[in-house]
């Protein structure tokens, strides 16, 4: 009898299980907790323990190879969750479809072939190729191509190229409001080789698309973070597009960022890496070889135009709008905040109305006839009097997305406007449906948050609308200039793509926008505001404290800061109540910790830390 350590899938448990047969590291099993089956993965061979073990019930044809299961000890290890939860990220390979992969790659090996792919090469300008060239020599590359500059036909010749090679490809977008284009254009010269992987795809069709890799069918996959986790054979080729976008950050454990992953990937493989974007994060431009892709592939060309407002529909927005509609073009404008208003504020006290579980201001719909926390999703009738001081003059505060389209149903009577954001799109059927719509121009005015600047490509935007900038540059973030400025120019971006366009922007702030159009000067200032303090020069880390009883939460932060002052090579940057002290009825509180050296923090955390901690391994912001 052979005894194993088993990582239940999912879940922080590690357990002693028995076993006739010799096993590999990585197999996927099942065994039985309370009677229950849990699937889990083989970890490793032990000793025969003091205690009695249960045997393993069933060895699946699944499993996860060598350098895989390498992957996720270092996601247990960096991001500080159990290997349980690392391994749960994966979805299995399967060892039946491996050996007839194989057999099939030596066939086509020995008879010197080459795998059909599409019926036409992508063609690619002189500059195009250029990039191509620089990506495919660098194993982690960055392509900074301006918004319109043809990345993405790039990136298909890629494609192209790594098929023939008999190898697959991943595509990571940040969000799925990015895929139906996106999908369009893989099946246009892929076909069924592609799969689009993501949240919102039902159980069935996950099945079915999982067979399809399995078996070969499928060689690209294309989604958000969670299509790093496929289990694609002889991959080749990870691009991560947008690379710049927060949404690869995971907000629960592990708190991964899926991009800082696909480069883990790629050295880990031995596989190629391209991040692109526009407007590509600091931390990439300064540690990647890049190429600079200037210039709009369209050729098109944007005036900007200037208002210092801050956020509201003034004559001068509805004049440019008229004209859009007269000239039977289309509209886009961002602004930063959903629902009717952000905030509903008592002039007498100053108050907002905030949410009983969570310390923040409730935001008004209208259309609920409500107030609702965007934390918890805690819901209240809109209230008469301040909860506060009982006066009656609440006034509402900082337009959102709702507001602003009742306001342009109200002037523009008969044009077709529509709301872009997480109240309005709500299902990937509402997603597919707002974009055919846009695309088929049956919707004139199209009014969102930052789901508009995700690298949506429609030629008749001839104006983009942006309000509310100046939120995102006053964020208490360090990463604020660096989120207004990118954001700025991504929806921007989305105006005269292919004919003129026009960008009218609302802001306090206008030498400072104006001044930064080309992102990569704005780069090169921001290193000199970041040397020494922030990263990509330092790392961070967040120790979190959560718990119902506020005073648990403050003893547990205590207690692990007197733990932490022992260790010299880091240091304690601040401490105390998180900037939202309650969210969903736990009281929170934080450590932020930097240091030089990552080992430095993980060292320091993993020697220091108590039972409620959770760890935040380079965050993207600290409420």
């Avoid at 799969?195 to 698309?209: G, L, N, R, Y």
């Avoid at 259309?367 to 819901?379: I, M, P, Q, T």
């Avoid at 990509?536 to 003893?555: T, V």
Wanted: aromatic content about 10%.
């Amino acid at each position: 009898m052979r005894y194993y350590i088993v990582a239940i899938n999912q879940k922080p448990l590690l357990l002693t299980y028995s076993h006739q047969d010799s096993l590999e590291v990585g197999t996927l099993v099942e065994v039985e907790i309370k009677k229950r089956l849990y699937k889990g993965y083989i970890l490793k061979e032990t000793k025969k323990p003091s205690f009695e073990c249960k045997e393993i019930m069933n060895i699946t044809e699944f499993y996860l190879p060598k350098n895989y299961m390498e992957i996720a000890k270092f996601i247990s290890t960096y991001y500080f969750c159990s290997i349980g939860e690392a391994l749960g990220l994966f979805v299995p390979f399967k060892k039946e479809r491996f050996v007839t992969k194989n057999l099939k790659i030596k066939k086509d090996l020995s008879t010197n072939s080459q795998l059909p792919i599409t019926q036409s090469t992508i063609e690619l300008s002189a500059e195009q190729k250029e990039a191509l060239e620089f990506i495919k020599s660098h194993q982690i590359s960055l392509l900074f191509g301006d918004t319109g500059s043809g990345k993405t036909q790039i990136y298909m010749r890629y494609f192209q190229e790594i098929l023939a090679k008999g190898k697959s490809a991943i595509f990571l977008m940040p969000e799925i409001s990015l895929t139906p284009q996106m999908e369009e254009r893989l099946r246009e010269y892929f076909g069924t080789s592609v799969a689009i992987w993501h949240s919102k795809i039902s159980k069935k069709k996950k099945e079915a698309i999982l067979e399809d890799i399995y078996s070969g069918k499928v060689k690209i996959v294309a989604g958000p973070r969670s299509a790093l986790f496929l289990p694609m054979e002889n991959l080749g080729l990870i691009v991560v597009d947008e690379e710049h976008d927060d949404s690869y950050k995971a907000h629960n454990r592990p708190r991964y960022n899926a991009k800082d992953l696909a480069i883990y990937f790629g050295k880990k493989l031995g596989i190629s890496v391209v991040l692109g974007s526009a407007t590509p994060s600091l931390n990439s431009y300064l540690k990647f070889p890049h190429f600079r892709l200037k210039g709009s592939f369209y050729k098109g060309k944007k005036e900007f135009v200037w208002e210092n407002e801050l956020t509201s529909l003034t004559s001068l927005v509805i004049e440019h709008i008229k004209e859009t509609l007269k000239n039977k073009k289309q509209s886009i404008i961002f602004l930063p905040t959903r629902a009717n208003f952000k905030y509903l504020i008592c002039s007498d006290c100053g108050e907002a109305v905030k949410c009983p579980y969570c310390d923040v201001g409730m935001s008004l719909h209208f259309d609920k006839r409500a107030l609702v926390c965007h934390y918890c999703n805690f819901a209240e009738p809109i209230p008469k009097n301040c909860p506060s001081c009982s006066s009656q003059n609440l006034k509402a505060n900082r337009i959102g997305t709702s507001e602003i389209v009742k306001e342009l149903r109200e002037i523009f009577k008969d044009a077709k406007i529509a709301k872009f954001d997480k109240d309005e799109i709500t299902t990937h059927k509402k997603l597919q449906n707002t974009l055919k719509s846009f695309a088929n121009k049956e919707i004139d005015i199209l009014v969102g948050t930052q789901m508009l600047s995700k690298g949506h490509d429609y030629p008749d935007v001839a104006l983009s609308v942006v309000l509310g900038i100046d939120y995102v540059l006053n964020m208490a973030d360090f990463r604020a200039r660096e989120k207004a400025v990118s954001l700025f120019l991504q929806i921007a971006g989305r105006s005269g793509r292919k004919e003129k366009g026009k960008v009218l922007v609302q802001t306090l702030n206008r030498d400072f926008f104006e001044n930064y159009l080309d992102f990569e000067k704005f780069l090169k200032d921001e290193i000199e505001f970041r040397k020494g303090l922030y990263p990509p020069f330092k790392r961070l880390a967040i120790a979190l404290f959560s718990h119902k009883d506020r005073k648990k939460a403050q003893e547990s932060m205590q207690e692990m800061l007197k733990k932490l002052k022992r260790f010299e090579d880091i240091e304690i940057v601040g401490f105390g109540e998180a900037p939202i002290e309650k969210i969903a009825g736990r009281y929170r509180y934080n450590i932020i910790l930097r240091s030089d050296l990552a080992k430095a923090l993980i060292n320091a955390i993993n020697r220091s830390k108590i039972e409620l901690t959770e760890v935040d391994m380079d965050p993207i912001n600290i409420v």
